[in-house]
C-alpha cells in the first residue's frame, strides 16, 4: 500500500512552546489529508481535513487558531500546536487520500507537553 | 455520516476464524463500508472496504447483510498478531471523504 509518514515519532516540550508535527506521502499525491487526536484507550477523533492550496475546515470544538494546518505541497501537511499545554499531550496521527476508496495512515506522533 | 456500533471487545483462540460484527442502521445507500485495525500506538491499517457485495482480499472477508444494516470482518484463521483495535467506519462516497471512528472492537487472539 501507499506510505505516509510523519516527524517526528516522539517529540516532548515545554508548556507555553510550539510544536510542528510534518506529515508527507512518499509514493503518491495527496490533495486531501487529515489530522486525528487520540488520547489513551480512546478512539481517534477527527481534527481537520487539510485540502493543498486552502484552509484546512476544522472539526467542530477543535481550535483553528491552536492547531494550525498548512498543506503547501500535494506531499507535505503541516500541524502546529501553539502554546501547547499539558491537556494536549496525546497521539496525533494523520492520514492522506490516496484514491477515492483508499486513505493511508502515518504511524503518529507522540507528543508530551510537561 | 453513518454512526457504527461494534463490541468493545472479542477473544479469539489462534488458528480460528474471528468474526467481528458491525450495526451501521442508518447507512445510506451512497456509503461504504471500511475495517482498519490498529495495533498499540501505531497508524491505523485498512482492512478491506464494500458497498453492497461481499469482499474478499488476502487479509480478510467482509459480509454485507443485504439491507445492508450491518457486516462482519471474518479473519479467516487468526494469529496472534492479528491482536489489534478493529475499526468499522461508514463512509459518503463523496465530498471530503472524512472518517468518523468509532469506538472499536479490541480483538484478542489467544494462544
Known amino acids: 500500500g501507499a506510505v505516509v509518514s510523519q516527524h517526528p515519532s516522539r517529540v516532548i516540550c515545554k508548556s507555553g512552546t510550539s510544536v510542528k508535527i510534518e506529515c508527507r506521502s512518499l509514493d503518491f499525491q495527496a490533495t486531501t489529508m487529515f489530522w486525528y487526536r487520540q488520547f489513551p484507550k480512546q478512539s481517534l477523533m477527527l481534527m481537520a481535513t487539510?485540502?493543498?492550496?486552502?484552509?484546512?475546515?476544522?472539526e467542530q470544538g477543535v481550535e483553528k487558531d491552536k492547531f494550525l494546518i498548512n498543506h503547501a505541497s500535494l506531499t507535505l501537511s503541516t500541524l502546529t500546536v501553539t502554546s501547547a499545554h499539558p491537556e494536549d499531550s496525546s497521539f496525533y496521527i494523520c492520514?492522506?487520500?490516496?484514491?477515492?476508496?483508499?486513505?493511508?495512515f502515518g504511524p503518529g506522533t507522540r507528543l508530551t507537553v510537561t | 455520516d453513518a454512526k457504527t456500533t461494534q463490541p468493545p471487545s472479542m477473544d479469539c483462540a489462534e488458528g480460528r476464524a474471528a468474526n467481528l460484527p458491525c450495526n451501521h442502521s442508518t447507512i445510506s445507500g451512497n456509503e461504504y463500508v471500511y475495517w482498519y485495525r490498529q495495533i498499540h500506538s501505531q497508524g491505523p491499517q485498512y482492512i478491506i472496504h464494500g458497498l453492497k457485495n461481499n469482499e474478499t482480499n488476502e487479509m480478510a472477508s467482509l459480509i454485507i447483510t443485504e439491507d445492508r444494516k450491518s457486516s462482519t470482518l471474518i479473519l479467516p484463521h487468526a494469529t496472534l498478531r492479528d491482536t489489534a483495535v478493529y475499526y468499522c467506519i461508514v463512509r459518503v462516497a463523496t465530498g471530503t471523504y472524512k472518517y468518523i471512528f468509532g469506538t472499536g472492537t479490541r480483538l484478542k487472539v489467544l494462544a
Open positions: 492520514s492522506a487520500r490516496f484514491t477515492s476508496y483508499e486513505q493511508y
Open positions: 487539510s485540502n493543498e492550496g486552502s484552509k484546512a475546515t476544522y
